[in-house]
């Protein structure tokens, strides 16, 4: 089955430093992977998608096809990035997301 | 910028009882979908809905559970007899649905507390 993995439940790092929210894919085809933000009490948001390659807030994500992985980098966390951060993958050929298990972003001042 | 709409924002019911989950999806989009997720666990598919039928439903979404489209404009998630583990948060989700796998977005939630 497909799935999507973020091994760390909270990342917590000061104001400034480098951020990178870890997400590995299983999926034997074409993936097509996003990160959603919860922020507190907050819809989820799209933050990026890969096949857009845009930089959202500073955010970037590359797929790494050979590592099965699409981490979310930031070079300088700001205290407003403290938030529920989500990679999540298309399953198949269907519309149906599929979730990782959510990182806490914890930015202290 | 429009967005996914959802009422009620707390819902607390009795076990057993019938619940209906509202949602108004962004006006031009032509997919509809609901998705849970209990407390500590993930975000987890249940059903998509296109064209008034649904399209795609996961293991969890089993006879106590069905979608309508009413009207125009609302999607609804009813659970017929509800147990204590449906409580959860209950997220929609609609997209524009002119290409497979368009960006979903999502609404505010719906927490569901079966007592």
């Known amino acids: 089955a497909q799935r999507v993995t973020q091994p760390e439940k909270l990342l917590s790092v000061f104001k400034g430093a480098p951020v990178e929210l870890k997400c590995n894919y299983s999926?034997?085809?074409?993936?097509?992977l996003f990160w959603y933000v919860q922020y507190s009490r907050q819809r989820l948001q799209l933050l990026l998608r890969?096949?857009s390659r845009e930089s959202i807030k500073g955010f970037t994500a590359d797929l790494n096809k050979g590592e099965t992985s699409f981490h979310l980098k930031k070079p300088f966390a700001q205290e407003e990035d403290s938030a529920m951060y989500y990679c999540?993958?298309?399953?198949?050929?269907?519309?149906?997301?599929?979730f990782g298990a959510g990182t806490r972003l914890a930015v202290h001042p | 910028e429009p967005e996914v709409t959802q009422t009620p924002s707390h819902q607390v019911t009795q076990m057993g009882q019938e619940v209906i989950l509202r949602c108004v999806p962004i006006?031009?989009?032509?997919?509809f979908y609901w998705y849970r997720q209990i407390l500590g666990q993930k975000v987890e598919f249940l059903v998509s809905?296109?064209?008034?039928?649904?399209?795609?439903k996961s293991e969890i979404f089993d006879d106590q559970f069905s979608v309508e489209r009413p009207d125009g404009s609302n999607f609804t998630l009813k659970i017929r007899s509800t147990k204590l583990e449906d409580s959860a948060m209950y997220f929609c989700?609609?997209?524009?649905?002119?290409?497979?796998?368009?960006?979903?977005?999502f609404g505010p939630g719906t927490r569901l507390t079966v007592l």
């Open positions: 999926y034997s085809g074409s993936p097509e």
């Open positions: 890969h096949i």
């Open positions: 006006s031009n989009h032509l997919y």
């Open positions: 999540a993958s298309f399953s198949g050929g269907y519309n149906k997301l599929i």
């Open positions: 989700a609609s997209s524009v649905g002119l290409a497979n796998r368009d960006t979903q977005y």
């Open positions: 809905f296109y064209n008034n039928e649904i399209s795609e």
